[in-house]
């Protein structure tokens, strides 16, 4: 039999009457963690009510549950509401946030999850809100944050806090170093090491609505409410297994690359169809495909909505001698416009000079010989891999070894503590 559990919220007393969202203040909310029992079942199935867009309740329908106690979710919408979190000065931070990425370039920043001990706050950065301060708070090199496969997190904040994290704790790639393999998504990871089942239901929600839902926000103080707990126990395991100033040092690469988010100067390079035709025409592919990034930066629009890959490709093989003809091989770009024509077709005409031909070119595809070679050289690494006991692809991906069969130079990617595990092995089958 299902039984439901009301869940009680406390109001702050200066909380506005008229709330512009469910969880304006600070609500304290009884939490559920869901855990795997045996066959004898002690607590009973619980269910939280419907599953209604705009209710208070969550569905936890027949699975067996613990209760938590109380976990304060504060909604932060005005800088003195912010001021007073900050005001905490925590050795580390958990941190999430939510965003869309659907018709702009650049990500729009959404939500920022912030969590402190025991507390949830839910930062709105689509508020009239100051958000310099969270972004010194948080450049802090002494203060941790904490945060789950976090590369796309750092690209949407990157929009919004102009410095950079100071200390990162990624837990997705902690675990990869704790042998509990590569990529493990947060709820898969939660489970594995707290037996906690969290809910997945928002994971396609429309994040830039006001208001959020009930479920929404839960769901979102969730991403962090279990992040300190993990970096907790994952420390533990990597200090145990000798492997935690390796994590360090992908963190601090990690955010080193998001902080130098320039766009590819060789972005020619990954047409690897073009890899036949002669220079010049190499030059004009790598000048437009420079010029869609450029384009799609400044317009905030996918790459693909002013050129697609297909259409550079067919525009540099054959440049159209009209605007009547760019306008009819090109109507179908979705951002592409009067002027961006104009300067396209500008660009496909223009002269060939000297410094254009001084650029990458586009690897070829590879022989059978190079595939029996970049065979070799990944059979290498993973029997390191497997020593270390490792994914092979933390250790040195795919991507890294074509890398360094194709330039037959070392990667700068595979610099630091992997290099005096790979580089002599590497390059010993590489040149043998």
């Known amino acids: 039999m299902q039984q439901t559990r009301k869940i009680s919220i406390r109001q702050r ?82 941190m999430d946030t939510e965003f869309m990425r659907t018709n702009t370039f650049l990500p729009k920043l959404a939500l920022i999850q912030i969590g402190i001990g025991e507390e949830s706050a839910l930062v709105d950065p689509l508020a009239n809100l100051d958000l310099a301060p969270l972004s010194r708070f948080l450049a802090d090199e002494s203060r941790t944050s904490v945060m789950h496969s976090c590369k796309e997190d750092l690209e949407a904040l990157a929009t919004r806090l102009p410095d950079a994290l100071g200390t990162l704790f990624d837990t997705q790639i902690a675990a990869a170093f704790a042998g509990l393999g590569p990529g493990l998504g947060y709820q898969r990871l939660v489970h594995d090491l707290t037996g906690i089942e969290l809910p997945k239901t928002e994971t396609r929600s429309d994040w830039l609505q006001r208001p959020l839902t009930s479920q929404q926000l839960d769901y979102a103080a969730q991403d962090v409410a279990h992040l ?88 540099a093989a054959r440049p159209p001698a009209r605007s009547e003809e760019l306008f009819a091989r090109t109507k179908g770009q979705r951002a592409l416009r009067g002027p961006q024509r104009a300067e396209l077709l500008s660009l496909l005409h223009a002269p060939i000079e000297a410094n254009d031909l001084e650029f990458e070119p586009i690897p070829p595809a590879t022989t059978p010989q190079q595939r029996r070679l970049l065979s070799s050289l990944k059979s290498v690494a993973n029997d390191i891999a497997e020593k270390l006991d490792l994914p092979a692809s933390l250790l040195c991906s795919r991507r890294h070894l074509d890398a360094l069969m194709t330039r037959s130079h070392w990667p700068a990617s595979l610099e630091g503590w992997r290099r005096p595990l790979l580089h002599d092995p590497l390059m010993e089958r590489l040149q043998g």
């Open 13 to 94: 007393k200066h909380q506005e009457q008229n709330a512009e969202c469910p969880s304006e203040g600070t609500l304290f909310v009884d939490r559920l963690r869901i855990r795997h029992k045996e066959a004898v079942v002690r607590g009973a199935q619980v269910n939280l009510g419907q599953s209604h867009a705009r209710r208070n309740r969550h569905v936890c329908a027949g699975v067996h549950t613990r209760h938590l106690g109380n976990l304060m979710h504060r909604w932060i919408k005005h800088d003195d509401q912010l001021a007073d979190l900050l005001e905490r000065q925590p050795a580390s931070v958990c």
């Open 228 to 315: 300190e707990t993990l970096r907790a126990e994952l420390t533990r395991r990597l200090e145990q297994r000798g492997y935690l100033a390796w994590l360090t040092e992908d963190c601090a690469r990690l955010l080193e690359q998001a902080d130098h988010r320039d766009a590819d100067p060789e972005p020619q390079t990954a047409f690897r169809g073009a890899a036949t035709w002669p220079p010049e025409r190499q030059a004009i592919l790598r000048r437009i495909a420079r010029w869609r990034d450029a384009s799609a930066r400044a317009l905030d629009r996918p790459r693909s909505w002013i050129l697609d890959d297909s259409t550079i490709m067919d525009l």
